[in-house]
């Protein structure tokens, strides 16, 4: 049934290669396993391909974030507004700085941070605004980018899910002051693990390049060649040029790994189109979404149980379902530190409850495809009312 080696269909998988491989053996064989060639070129090609200036490659995408809100001036006593529907990682980095996430509430039908919500979270200590594009579909960025010019505020693009998606027009990671892109194994292109920040500005790429580095500056050579200072506290957060040797043959397959996304999301919203117990996802006119994840909505009214059953019996027939994501004001951490608690949010909290990840990547073949739409429908089905 499966196109993998086994029958479980995850949620998510990479499509690596025979190219990919040779690629990754060849940069082991060079003289440069760390910092060298390829993440130069890795960095060039990736900001051409999304409209950017400047790119700088790291680790992950968890120290992407990081970097970013430091660069950004984030730190004691500064606010963030984000969305409470994303992975930690978008809030966590806040707090490295030891600045405070304030989340804004999302809009119903993309799922994205809603903008007069934003309105209604600024404050005095607001710094920056963290939108995230949620499974792909870019957030409302025109209006999200005016609040944070009316008050200077920087916005901070969690693109993670958002390789190749656009926005009116224009490829994401060319819009905000800075986006942040993740490499991991079930995003668009992997290098393993991996991440890096996009930005038009000078300013921002260059204090990046030396936060990624441990803060190291070389601008003092007349006390020697070997003579570097460190004037801010950074990170070791390089990345490897045999990863970006393999972000490099990956990248040749973006667009091919995008369309198939687009294909079965395609087929998945013309099969549950009929269904009145599913929602399915939406995409605005003026975007176009690149599908990191397929997320269903249960209408659980019309439902004779809950949305674990019906995890699990999807589970039970090799499918792996997720769910994405717990809105992050409801994770002990947040709740002890910040005070936040249930109820805060309850468009977030709402769909939460009713959501279930199905399976889409680009490996997938059409018998599997099928299969889930087939046991969905079966699930469904057997839990009507």
Same mark, same amino acid.
């Given at each position: 049934?499966?196109?993998?080696?086994?029958?479980?269909?995850?949620?998510?998988?990479?499509?690596?290669?025979?190219?990919?491989?040779?690629?990754?053996?060849?940069?082991?064989?060079?003289?440069?396993?760390?910092?060298?060639?390829?993440?130069?070129?890795?960095?060039r090609r990736v900001a051409e391909y999304c409209g950017a200036k400047y790119a700088v490659a790291v680790a992950n995408g968890t120290a992407a974030l990081h970097a970013a809100c430091a660069v950004a001036g984030i730190s004691e006593g500064d606010e963030a507004i984000t969305t409470p529907i994303t992975f930690p990682a978008t809030t966590n980095a806040v707090v490295y700085c030891?600045?405070?996430?304030?989340?804004?509430?999302?809009?119903?039908?993309?799922?994205?941070?809603?903008?007069?919500?934003?309105?209604?979270?600024?404050?005095?200590?607001?710094?920056?605004?963290?939108?995230?594009?949620?499974?792909?579909?870019?957030?409302?960025?025109?209006?999200?980018?005016?609040?944070?010019?009316?008050?200077?505020?920087?916005?901070?693009?969690?693109?993670?899910?958002?390789?190749?998606a656009e926005y009116k027009g224009r490829r994401i990671g060319s819009i905000s002051d800075m986006t942040i892109l993740s490499f991991h194994p079930v995003k668009h292109i992997t290098t393993g693990e991996g991440g890096m920040i996009l930005t038009d500005s000078r300013e921002f790429y260059e204090k990046l390049k030396i936060f990624r580095h441990h803060g190291i500056v070389r601008?003092? !050579?007349?006390?020697?060649?070997?003579?570097?200072?460190?004037?801010?506290?950074?990170?070791?957060?390089?990345?490897?040029?045999?990863?970006?040797?393999?972000?490099?043959? !990956?990248?040749?397959?973006?667009?091919?790994?995008?369309?198939?996304?687009?294909?079965?999301?395609?087929?998945?919203?013309?099969?549950?189109?009929?269904?009145?117990?599913?929602?399915?996802?939406?995409?605005?006119?003026?975007?176009?979404?690149?599908?990191?994840?397929?997320?269903? !909505?249960?209408?659980?009214?019309?439902?004779?149980?809950?949305?674990?059953?019906?995890?699990?019996?999807?589970?039970?027939?090799?499918?792996?379902?997720?769910?994405?994501?717990?809105?992050?004001?409801?994770?002990?951490?947040? !709740?002890?530190?910040?005070?936040?608690?249930?109820?805060?949010?309850?468009?977030?909290?709402?769909?939460?409850?009713?959501?279930?990840?199905?399976?889409?990547?680009?490996?997938?073949?059409?018998?599997?495809?099928?299969?889930?739409?087939?046991?969905?429908?079966?699930?469904?089905?057997?839990?009507?009312?």
């Open positions: 049934m499966s196109s993998l080696k086994n029958d479980f269909i995850p949620y998510g998988h990479q499509w690596i290669d025979d190219e990919d491989i040779e690629s990754v053996a060849e940069a082991l064989r060079s003289d440069w396993i760390t910092q060298g060639r390829k993440i130069d070129e890795f960095e030891n600045g405070k996430p304030v989340f804004a509430d999302i809009k119903e039908d993309t799922l994205n941070i809603d903008p007069e919500a934003i309105q209604n979270k600024l404050s005095a200590k607001t710094k920056a605004i963290l939108p995230v594009d949620f499974a792909g579909h870019p957030a409302e960025l025109d209006e999200i980018r005016e609040i944070a010019r009316e008050r200077g505020l920087v916005v901070i693009e969690d693109a993670a899910h958002a390789l190749g601008d003092n !050579q007349d006390k020697g060649l070997w003579y570097y200072e460190i004037h801010e506290l950074g990170h070791n957060f390089r990345i490897t040029d045999f990863q970006c040797a393999l972000g490099l043959s !990956q990248l040749k397959k973006l667009d091919r790994f995008i369309q198939r996304r687009r294909e079965i999301a395609a087929r998945y919203n013309e099969a549950f189109a009929g269904i009145e117990e599913i929602i399915t996802p939406v995409e605005r006119e003026d975007a176009q979404a690149v599908y990191h994840i397929y997320v269903i !909505q249960l209408q659980l009214e019309k439902l004779k149980s809950d949305r674990k059953e019906i995890f699990k019996a999807l589970r039970e027939k090799n499918i792996g379902v997720n769910v994405h994501y717990l809105p992050v004001h409801l994770h002990p951490f947040y !709740q002890r530190k910040f005070g936040y608690k249930k109820g805060d949010y309850p468009k977030a909290e709402g769909y939460y409850e009713r959501a279930i990840t199905l399976p889409l990547f680009p490996k997938m073949s059409d018998d599997d495809v099928e299969y889930v739409i087939g046991s969905v429908m079966k699930v469904i089905t057997n839990y009507r009312k």
